[in-house]
């Protein structure tokens, strides 16, 4: 499951005792794939086989045997797999790069610098496919860090073998460095199991921090290395000008380049003229009707996802969606000693297009940390958005100390500076601060934000401003030491939201009940009940949920969630204040793998409110998805998506809209940076167009007017030197 498959990696943990360190042997001779099948001798090698379970017996031993073997020449490291399994057991499919989240698949982190906090991993299952990142301690982790190494893989009749070459180029490290942090481990998915060396446990934060020292390295360095991905691509699209009540046709060639330089074999400079973001992957279907905020959509182009860590703070000052249609831009991150340092420039077409003016809107954004102890850092941040005659600057300092060994506090303090198109300024600071525990068992997080009403962080995603909030998450987890039943866990979030008036705006009490077990199955019951202020009035809520997710079978998973209560219209009919109505959200999904090459998944996401026994508005969205993997480079993806909002116009201030959608996508990608895309798109909407009326476009019962259609080809090839 994607939940399962995707926390783990990043959850506290720690050593319950010190680890001897390993040495690594140095070989002339290159181990490979076929030495470890056939049990050809080797030159020499590191062999690790203690390896303990963290998920879901906490210190258990593996349950299936599992060993580890390193090496390393002047070029690359070298780590070796030999996994026994019934493989008829093994879960794992031939997916895209980074899709196997879902797989038994082995695991390779290595903290390179060994400062015990930022650490690479790189995952391969069965099949050899391949999935890699960044770790940190104390941040999200970054699996859109992509570099190029090599993996292959086979199935054995016990088992299966894995193994990655990994070119030191690829990777950065001081040179002379004899010492690095390391982890291994193995996910066996049915089982719920994740398995390490060392030897971890849930009693302290932190995962990197509590890796094993790998010793022996010499005479290695991560050289030269200059990277250039020049691009091309061609589309021809035809889609209708709603403002012009028209349709349009556009042939689109362009070409651009991305380009990095490593320096000091620590930092990396990028810098991207003209690129392509077009996107590729398109976004997760969400609802969007009846927010009172901004709907969060995260970043899919590649050139913002790349070593976005730096940029992570405790309040997201900045979100890279805002910076719509760059030309040019530069970027610059990276780590020497305890210093870590992100920087970005980039300018941005789309305020001038919007506006007619042609002009470009400037951004810049600057983060320098310093790590300190073993798991505390402090930042400086600032950032600056100029369009026209305005700007917004934000200046911010955080910090992260380890209080107590189970305790993290975190902090924020920002200020930010205005000036609006009229010319008239506001200023004003906002503040966070976060106390989380972390345990076997118990686990909090109390977090107090407080922003001013003057507050603005226009390259950030801040929906809300003019509050004092208190937040808090509890939880206690029961882990059964057999049996099917992993985990229980009762929780209780809260949540309690005055303004700076001290008037209250919101509260939320909403206890949880969660429940785990093997293989891959999640229950969770839940209630909530809040309160909340809305243009002059009060209003209370409520709902009852049930959760459910399961990979019971390998080639099935379910995922299910229902929601009844009441919940509040926000945008009801000229001439009706906001009321509360009886709801009903329910969104339930399933992935089918008929076979390792094919994935089919399903979409269904239904909201529904009503009042006094009329409907206000019902909104359905549908997405069917079909990747079918050819090998490890070829792909081919299909979307078809459905999405209705069929409101009553006497109640809600909402317009009857059908879409319909289809998304053909070829891929060919060689490696990171070598890829041929070939798409198609086309979109129907409840529109219809007559020339001889006014207005021009009138909605309609059914989707079946074309108001989009592209066709696209790209093609973008690395260099390194």
């Known amino acids: 499951m994607r939940r399962l498959a995707g926390v783990l990696i990043l959850v506290a943990v720690a050593a319950t005792a010190q680890q001897s360190p390993l040495s690594i042997p140095k070989v002339a001779r290159a181990p490979k794939l076929i030495d ?20 879901p017996r906490d210190g258990a031993p593996v349950t299936q045997p599992t060993t580890a073997y390193l090496s390393y020449d002047d070029k690359n490291l070298y780590a070796a797999f030999v996994c026994k399994d019934d493989p008829e057991l093994i879960r794992a499919r031939v997916a895209k790069r980074e899709q196997i989240m879902e797989d038994d698949r082995v695991n390779l982190v290595i903290d390179t610098f060994h400062d015990h906090h930022r650490a690479y991993w790189f995952d391969v299952n069965p099949y050899g496919v391949q999935a890699d990142g960044v770790v940190t301690d104390g941040v999200e982790d970054d699996p859109s860090w992509d570099t190029l190494w090599y993996s292959d893989a086979r199935f054995t009749k016990d088992g299966y073998v894995a193994m990655i070459t990994l070119p030191f180029r690829s990777i950065r490290f001081r040179p002379g460095d004899e010492s690095w942090g390391l982890v291994l481990a193995r996910w066996i998915m049915r089982n719920n199991e994740f398995s390490v060396w060392p030897d971890f446990n849930r009693k302290q934060p932190g995962f990197v921090r509590q890796g094993g020292d790998l010793e022996g390295f010499q005479g290695i360095s991560p050289g030269r290395n200059i990277q250039l991905i020049p691009y091309g691509s061609f589309g021809k699209s035809r889609y209708l000008d709603v403002p012009a009540e028209a349709f349009t046709s556009d042939n689109d060639l362009r070409a651009g380049l991305d380009a990095k330089v490593v320096l000091k074999d620590a930092f990396a400079l990028d810098v991207t003229l003209n690129p392509d973001f077009s996107q590729v992957e398109s976004d997760e279907p969400q609802v969007t009707v009846n927010q009172r905020y901004e709907v969060f959509f995260p970043e899919k182009r590649p050139f913002f996802l790349e070593n976005q860590g730096f940029f992570k703070m405790p309040e997201t000052l900045f979100f890279s969606r805002r910076i719509a249609d760059p030309e040019f831009g530069t970027r610059l991150t990276g780590k020497y000693g305890h210093w870590a340092l992100g920087a970005l420039a980039i300018d941005d077409r789309a305020p001038g297009q919007r506006d007619g003016s042609g002009e470009r809107a400037k951004a810049g954004v600057f983060r320098l940390q310093r790590e300190f102890l073993r798991d505390s850092n402090a930042a400086a941040f600032v950032s600056d958005y100029e369009y026209r005659g305005t700007y917004n600057r934000v200046a911010a300092l955080d910090t992260r100390l380890r209080v107590l060994p189970n305790w993290i506090l975190t902090g924020q303090a920002i200020t930010s500076q205005t000036r609006l198109a009229n010319g008239s300024r506001m200023a004003g600071p906002a503040y966070r601060t976060d106390f989380q525990h972390s345990g076997r068992h118990f686990q909090s997080q109390t977090t107090y934000t407080d922003r001013s009403p ?17 937040q ?18 009762p929780s209780v979030t809260s949540h309690i939201d005055y303004d700076r008036t001290g008037r209250l705006q919101e509260w939320n009490i909403h206890p949880r009940f969660f429940v785990e077990l093997q293989p891959m199955t999640e229950i ?71 076979r390792a090459r094919l994935r089919l998944d399903q979409t269904y996401i239904y909201t529904a409110l009503s009042w006094r026994g009329q409907s206000v508005f019902t909104n359905h969205i549908a997405r069917f998805k079909a990747n079918y993997q050819f090998n490890r480079a070829l792909s081919l993806r299909t979307i078809l998506d459905y999405n209705s909002v069929l409101p009553n116009r006497t109640l809600v201030d909402l317009d009857k809209e059908k879409h319909l959608g289809a998304d053909v996508l070829l891929t060919y990608m060689v490696h990171p940076g070598t890829a041929l895309y070939i798409g198609y798109t086309d979109l129907y909407d409840n529109l219809k167009l007559d020339p001889r009326i006014s207005p021009a476009l009138k909605r309609t019962d059914f989707p079946d007017l074309n108001t989009g259609r592209q066709i696209f080809v790209k093609l973008s090839y690395l260099f390194r030197f």
């Open 36 to 55: 470890f099948l056939e049990n050809r001798p080797r030159e020499a090698e590191l062999i690790v086989t203690e390896f303990h379970q963290f998920q």
């Open 454 to 470: 003057t507050y603005r962080a226009q390259l950030g995603f801040v929906p809300k401003v003019d509050t004092r909030q208190v």
């Open 472 to 489: 808090n998450i509890t939880g206690y987890t029961w882990r059964p030491e057999r049996g099917r039943l992993v985990a229980i866990r």
């Open 524 to 594: 969770t019951f839940g209630r909530s009940d809040s309160y909340e202020w809305y243009r002059g009035s009060g209003f209370s809520k409520h709902h009852t949920e049930v959760e459910f997710e399961s990979e019971w079978f390998r080639w099935l998973a379910l995922t299910g969630d229902l929601q009844r209560g009441s919940e509040l219209l926000y945008y009801p009919a000229s001439g009706l204040a906001p009321f509360t109505s009886r709801s009903t959200n329910a969104e339930t999904g399933f992935t089918l793998r008929p």
